[in-house]
């Protein structure tokens, strides 16, 4: 049997990926910057101490549970789908 190649953007991240990933609360108040006032994902409001994931390369937040799930059978951002 001929194996089926998975595309690489189904593929779930790797832990060691996750780890790299920057942490940071919630807040309202970010330096000039536009904030995203919600989860992309579960699309509930950002609460002050919520803990999001943001992404490197396109900055795009979610919440650490949301994303968490979501890099379970995907490695792209859900907003962009720029590879992680």
Not at 43 to 51: F, I, S, T, W
Not at 55 to 67: I, K, Q
């Amino acid at each position: 049997m001929v194996p089926i190649p998975v595309a690489p953007e189904l593929r779930p991240v790797s832990r060691d990926r996750l780890a790299s990933l920057r942490v940071r609360e919630f807040s309202t108040h970010r330096d000039g910057e536009q904030i995203t006032t919600e989860c992309g994902i579960c699309l509930e409001e950002y609460r002050a101490g919520d803990q999001l994931w943001e992404l490197p390369a396109c900055r795009h937040d979610f919440h650490v549970a949301c994303l968490g799930e979501w890099f379970r059978s995907q490695s792209t951002c859900p907003y962009c789908r720029q590879t992680v």
